[in-house]
């Protein structure tokens, strides 16, 4: 059925209805996780992402747990190097106080820091970093960022190798960066690691997992943290809400002292409440983007895909769901503007969306598309060309920017609806290619160069066929394609900045020429945070990591806060 600006005001409406509702019973939920100091120290309470109530899942690869998406795996979970999203040549020892390549880009020797401790008190050492590395590779589930390489041996107590069977330095950032390193001596005696929930966490990361229930985790300092006098403060409190409203709710109240989500008119709804404490800063980091489902007809057509993308008024859908704070996409490379201009290809330097209604028709129509007498498209097949666009309910910001878009696609023939899920179910379905069109393949990862983005969404390795699972987050929407893999192959394969530039010109081609993905706009890292209780968090002036309370480098947040005197 079409959806009419009228009913899809209604929706609207019903849907802010009910996230009022929700607002008032996770506020009321969150009153009872009020501020406080225990005898460790200040306790900031937090909240990254609308997830609904926490399961008891604290297994750090499972990227869909709630665990995971709130931020709370990186206090507890460290990388071997910490990369400054704000900085990419800035990467600072971690576990590891090295990582040198060979000249062959073959093999990768990793020293590692010595005097860290597990949180149980055991010893951190080579073997725990060469058994994290074989885990990802033997169990395929939890291998959420693609890391490959050949083989890994500890050297020691304090050297692993890992080898590779073609030249790899790209791999680096998600080697070294975005790999979370756990104990042998606990998950090696695990039958099934892949459906490990993990119940007591063990890391060397700055906080211990203290009290858990499903409206709150309480994470409180790591006494035997490797990082001497760090953290400063006594915890983070992470506390459980069901929507955007309810989360925004308890942040213009002070109840919350550090966030990430989009905030309607944040001036007027949360700075103004308390302009002396209250700060944010959305610091653009990847390009979002819209995922048609490549085995699902007509999506499999460059044609439709192409007109589809001609269609989307990306600045008008983010003036109205993004109020702005999220910028459009401004080109089809799938590149991130201005930030990853060196990489952008000669040809494409001034290649920019503009919007083509009538080019968009007339593609769709050279494919074979007939227009009907009710204003729809009906397929090469006959059928009327309908879909319905699934997105996140929680994320009312997102839900109004698809809202949107199914509008824009409508001048275009197509008969589109928006269809909200739960944040949990919107992941099962989109793994499995349970939809028409999603958003969000390829996730969002911190690395400062566009590849890994663009890998996730378009590398074969991820595919799965209809109804088995991909690996969350990456290309969901289900796209093989022998040249692609050659060009993002020919990136891992390069040996200097300069062909890996180079070979990122060929992996643009394949996203301008074929549309695998639609960007639509460039994700920030949504970052609001307080001053009544500590100092010391990243600014523009002090850019030593992004203040976001999710990714890696939100550990490097925590440890640099002070609580006020």
Wanted: hydrophobic content about 40%.
């Amino acid at each position: 059925m079409t959806q009419g600006p009228h009913r899809a005001i209604r929706m609207r409406t019903l849907l802010l209805g009910l996230f009022v509702l929700a607002s008032v019973i996770a506020f009321t939920l969150a009153g009872t996780a009020a501020s406080e100091t225990t005898a460790t120290g200040v306790i900031l309470n937090v909240e990254a992402a609308p997830t609904g109530p926490i399961q008891a899942n604290y297994n750090p690869f499972q990227q869909r747990s709630q665990f995971f998406q709130i931020g709370a795996a990186y206090q507890i979970y460290e990388p071997l190097m910490q990369w400054n999203p704000l900085r990419p040549k800035q990467i600072t020892p971690w576990l590891a106080t090295s990582a040198k390549w060979a000249k062959t880009g073959k093999a990768l020797t990793i020293k590692l820091r010595h005097g860290v401790r597990w949180s149980d008190g055991k010893p951190f050492t080579a073997a725990d970093v060469a058994y994290t590395f074989q885990l990802l590779k033997s169990t395929p589930a939890l291998n959420g960022n693609g890391v490959s390489f050949s083989g890994v041996a500890a050297k020691g107590a304090d050297t692993v190798v890992i080898t590779f069977s073609q030249p790899s330095e790209a791999q680096e950032y998600i080697i070294t960066g975005a790999t979370l390193i756990v104990p042998k001596h606990i998950w090696s005696s695990q039958s099934d690691p892949g459906s490990y929930a993990n119940p007591k966490p063990v890391g060397t990361g700055p906080f211990v997992l203290s009290s858990a229930g499903t409206q709150s985790l309480l994470l409180t300092k790591n006494t035997k943290y490797w990082q001497k006098g760090l953290p400063k403060i006594g915890g983070l409190r992470y506390i459980a809400f069901d929507a955007n409203p309810s989360a925004n709710l308890a942040l213009s109240q002070g109840r919350l002292d550090w966030a990430g989500n989009f905030v309607p008119n944040i001036n007027q709804q949360y700075v103004s409440k308390d302009p002396k404490h209250n700060f944010y800063w959305m610091v653009p980091r990847r390009t979002t983007m819209l995922c048609p489902n490549i085995l699902k007809y007509p999506f499999g057509m460059v044609a439709v895909r192409k007109a589809m993308s001609m269609a989307i008024d990306r600045k008008a859908m983010s003036i109205a769901g993004e109020q702005g704070q999220q910028p459009p996409a401004t080109t089809p490379t799938g590149l991130m503007l201005p930030a990853h201009i060196s990489y952008l290809a000669p040809k494409y330097k001034n290649l920019r969306y503009k919007v083509d209604v009538a080019g968009a028709k007339k593609l769709l129509e050279d494919a074979g598309f007939k227009m009907g007498s009710n204003g729809i498209y009906n397929m090469p097949n006959g059928k009327p060309f309908k879909a319905s666009i699934l997105s996140v309910a929680p994320f009312t910001d997102v839900m109004i920017d698809m809202q949107v878009i199914a509008q824009q696609l409508k001048k275009i023939g197509m008969d589109v609806d928006v269809e909200g899920a739960a944040i949990d179910a919107w992941i099962g379905r989109s793994v499995v290619g349970d939809f028409d069109i999603t958003f969000g393949c390829g996730g969002q990862p911190t690395d400062p160069s566009p590849f890994t983005l663009l890998n996730n969404a378009l590398n074969s390795s991820f595919f799965a066929p209809l109804g088995k699972p991909a690996p969350f987050p990456n290309n969901y929407q289900r796209w093989k394609d022998s040249q692609t893999d050659a060009a993002l192959n020919a990136y891992l394969n390069a040996t200097t900045d300069a062909g890996r530039r180079l070979t990122m010109y060929a992996i643009e081609k394949e996203m301008v020429e074929k549309v695998p993905a639609i960007p639509i706009f460039y994700n920030v890292d949504f970052s609001e945070y307080r001053t009544t209780k500590v100092t010391g968090w990243p600014t523009r002036g002090n850019p030593y990591s992004s203040p976001s309370p999710t990714g890696p480098t939100a550990e490097v947040v925590a440890i640099h806060l002070t609580p006020v005197k």
